[in-house]
């Protein structure tokens, strides 16, 4: 059974920086896609960033040059680095894992099937 456990949220003032790790157990596809969503009740889940097998990244507009995703594969972690944390950065964080593609859609898509619990991220201004 696949398994994806976040953790390393926290409170963190406006500018500061937080990383968070996700540790995946179980999953043994070589081809896939592993994600950092995040979601503020009342909304929409929002994909925040994604990496491949092959290490290609895609982030939203909202993060791109302030996050960072990475993977330490014989480690089964995923990270994601943000920097420069602003207000609206505060949400709960999810790590997601799935295929590398689905019905011909490539990573970056929204078809995740193992998700982690979340860890919460909140930046006070």
């Known amino acids: 059974q696949v398994q994806v456990v976040e953790s390393g949220g926290g409170s963190v003032q406006a500018g500061g920086s937080l990383r968070l790790s996700c540790v995946a157990s179980g999953y043994t596809y070589s081809s896939y896609c592993l994600a950092w969503f995040r979601q503020v009740p009342g909304k929409e889940r929002e994909g925040v960033a994604y990496?491949?097998?092959?290490?290609?990244?895609t982030y939203a507009d909202s993060v791109k040059g302030r996050f960072t995703i990475s993977k330490d594969n014989p480690k089964n972690t995923l990270y994601l680095q943000m920097n420069d944390l602003k207000a609206e950065d505060t949400a709960t964080y999810y790590c997601a894992a799935g295929p590398r593609s689905f019905k011909g859609s490539w990573c970056p898509h929204p078809h995740f099937a193992t998700w982690g619990r979340g860890t919460q991220v909140t930046v006070s201004s």
């Open positions: 990496v491949d097998n092959e290490g290609d990244t």
